[in-house]
């Protein structure tokens, strides 16, 4: 029997992104928040969301948490689930970003190879890569979770930062270290970022 992805033929419609874009007047993207758990990455992203739709703009958040509810609810988080997880989530984000919209996807995502395969699939010039940066000892003493203290106590095998080691971004687009800035600083660098890299602005239409 022939494997059935051989027979797959991808189909092209006759309205292209860059009506879509020109329609909502911005530029699909996605911006890939990554850093430790409680590094801030869901409250910074929920904060730029609320920013960026006030302004009118089509905005979507694609949550660590919120995902593994349901399309990657058979994951785990083992090294190899870890890398499934994000791979699933690339795909996820590049369609909303052919869609038009600003996509802001809050995920550890630790290891370097997972994120840069999520910026093949969604392409590197709409991949824009932000580091939530805040130390291990910030991120601990926050744990609004509660996952560092059951990760030290032995309750929670291979924890990022602590028995699973976390990979920051060597050239990210923007740095937030959400243990110098506010919440509305933060919020403002990344909206500050898609306004200097024309994200806010319609495509220029070609002829």
């Known amino acids: 029997m022939t494997d059935s992805p051989r027979n797959i033929v991808r189909h092209e419609g006759t309205i292209s992104r860059r009506d879509r874009e020109q329609l909502l007047g911005q530029r699909g993207c996605v911006v890939w928040f990554t850093g430790l758990s409680g590094s801030g990455k869901s409250t910074v992203s929920r904060a730029v969301e609320e920013r960026l739709h006030q302004a009118g703009r089509l905005v979507y958040v694609l949550d660590g948490d919120n995902v593994r509810h349901g399309l990657c609810s058979d994951l785990g988080f083992s090294d190899r689930d870890r890398s499934e997880n994000i791979r699933r989530i690339g795909h996820v984000a ?15 995502s630790p290891f370097r190879r997972d994120r840069a395969q999520a910026r093949d699939v969604v ?8 580091f939530v940066d805040a130390p291990l000892s910030t991120c601990e003493a926050r744990d609004p979770k509660g996952l560092y203290k059951k990760a030290r106590a032995g309750e929670i095998p291979e924890f990022t930062g602590i028995s699973s080691p976390y990979e920051p971004p ?6 937030v270290q ?17 306004e ?12």
């Open 123 to 130: 392409g590197g010039d709409d991949f824009l890569e932000v």
């Open 178 to 194: 959400t243990g110098d800035l506010s919440l509305p600083e933060c919020a403002a660098a990344v909206a500050s970022m898609l």
């Open 170 to 175: 060597e050239h990210p687009a923007l740095t």
């Open 94 to 108: 590049a369609l909303l970003a052919d869609a038009g919209a600003i996509v802001l996807t809050a995920f550890i």
């Open 196 to 207: 200097q890299k024309g994200y806010l602005s319609p495509p220029d239409r070609q002829s």
